[in-house]
């Protein structure tokens, strides 16, 4: 992360990874590019600068990783679900959201999310799309269940109960792919409000 006339700028450059992996670091930036795209404008999003063939410059959006914030008041839930939808209805879904510090406590105590490379935009929405939108839902579920179970609704439980076929498969094979490359090679963390910030 780095300043810019006093904004702050968060840079994954893909031309630091090994040029093994440098083609899986590039397709990574173009999957944030286009989601960051297609949310543009929307509050809670973090905001896409450029996108060159080897590096993606997006802002900064302070404020605590859930797990530092522990969000316990049922309004956060209901304003990251609305956020979640507006992703859904611009064709957006993030795929990673299991990971808590991809949802931000603003410091006003409303959501933001970050960490696109998962991210899919399509420009329809089928059934896989709408399969890995119950998926995002489903994530922000357990996040509350965490921190504000006593909110919890009866559809919700439910909810949280039936993952699909494909998270269970992606967690115990592509996650821990994913895990390797992005954040041990790439060396990659969007960890805003978390002190080691990249």
């Known amino acids: 992360m780095f300043e810019r006339e006093a904004t702050r700028i968060v840079r994954r450059d893909a031309g630091q990874a090994h040029v093994a992996v440098r083609w899986i670091a590039r397709r990574l930036l173009a999957r944030e590019a286009r989601a960051l795209a297609a949310l543009d404008g929307v509050d809670g999003v973090p905001e896409l600068i450029r996108i060159e063939h080897a590096f993606l410059e997006r802002h900064y959006i302070p404020g605590q990783p859930m797990q530092e914030g522990k969000p316990t008041d049922p309004q956060y839930y209901r304003a990251a679900a609305r956020l979640l939808r507006r992703h859904h209805r611009l064709n957006v879904v993030h795929n990673d959201l299991a990971k808590e510090p991809n949802f931000i406590v603003s410091a006003d105590g409303s959501p933001a999310i970050i960490d696109y490379q998962l991210a899919w935009h399509s420009p329809g929405r089928g059934r896989l799309f709408r399969i890995l939108a119950r998926e ?44 390797l490359v992005t954040r041990r090679i790439l060396g990659w963390r969007d960890r805003e409000g978390a002190g080691d910030r990249f």
């Open 136 to 179: 995002d839902i489903r994530h922000l579920l357990k996040h509350k269940r965490t921190y504000c179970a006593h909110d919890l609704t009866a559809r919700e439980a439910r909810i949280l109960a039936s993952p699909s076929a494909i998270a269970r498969i992606w967690s115990r094979t592509g996650k821990r792919i994913y895990l």
